[in-house]
Nanobody, 121 residues
Framework: EVQLVQSGGGLVQPGGSLTLSCVASGFVFSATSMTWLRQAPGKGLEWVSTINSSGTSKASADSVKGRFTTSRDNAKNTLYLQMNSLKPEDTAVYFC??????????????RGQGTQVTVSS
């Protein structure tokens, strides 16, 4: 059974930073691409970033490029999202997901429980 347990998040002022973590179990993490998604209030799931199994290839949405960094520690089965220069429009529930964007979006059993990030002064 795939389990993705998220931590981090919270309330931060504009311009601030947060780091999200996602600990994986139930599959071979080191052989699996991982994705971050987010869902703003009243909107659908939005792709944030994807990282390949080794961490050597990453892609991110234009809206977060240059501000968010995705990384992973395969020894710890953990995925990270370092978020800098946060903006109010980054406010959303953030989800980690197993696989690429399409796989993570298609099945909520392949996503973590979600963590709220609120950017507000």
């Amino acid at each position: 059974e795939v389990q993705l347990v998220q931590s981090g998040g919270g309330l931060v002022q504009p311009g601030g930073s947060l780091t999200l973590s996602c600990v994986a179990s139930g599959f071979v993490f080191s052989a699996t691409s991982m994705t971050w998604l987010r869902q703003a209030p009243g909107k659908g799931l939005e792709w944030v970033s994807t990282i390949n199994s080794s961490g050597t290839s990453k892609a991110s949405a234009d809206s977060v490029k240059g501000r968010f960094t995705t990384s992973r520690d395969n020894a710890k089965n953990t995925l990270y999202l370092q978020m800098n220069s946060l903006k109010p429009e980054d406010t959303a529930v953030y989800f980690c997901g197993k696989g690429d964007s399409a796989q993570s979006r298609a099945d909520n059993a392949l996503r973590g429980q979600g963590t709220q990030v609120t950017v507000s002064s």
